[in-house]
């Protein structure tokens, strides 16, 4: 099993920036991708960024040029940086772990609140 702990989420103003760490533990060999998610009330959970291996990253459209994915495999962690921040980024953000191949699994953290506001 792998257990995902999400932290750095809060309040920050338009503009502003904000950066999430998801600490992995468990089974972490198992670990082929992870990724960061976003749901916003009364909106469906969509990905964020995603980052695959140690290099292979995507990005929604939404937050390309401003939020950067990151891994830190000695820690087990893996980072979103959050810049140029907007109202429409408040949301519960998740961080999600997947095991690829032919069963493959996944695993998500509880979430942690970041709200744009002024």
């Known amino acids: 099993q792998v257990q995902l702990v999400e932290s750095g989420g809060g309040l920050v103003q338009p503009g502003g920036s904000l950066r999430l760490s998801c600490a992995a533990s468990g089974t972490i060999f198992t670990i082929n991708a992870m990724g960061w998610y976003r749901q916003a009330p009364e909106k469906e959970r969509e990905l964020v960024a995603r980052?695959?291996?140690?290099?292979?990253?995507s990005y929604a459209d939404s937050v390309k040029g401003r939020f950067t994915i990151s891994r830190d495999n000695a820690k087990n962690t893996v980072y979103l940086q959050m810049s140029n921040l907007k109202p429409e980024d408040t949301a519960v953000y998740y961080c999600?772990?997947?095991?690829?191949?032919?069963?493959?699994?996944?695993?998500w953290g509880k979430g942690t609140l970041v709200t744009v506001s002024s």
């Open positions: 999600n772990a997947e095991r690829g191949g032919n069963y493959p699994m996944n695993w």
């Open positions: 980052i695959i291996g140690d290099s292979r990253i």
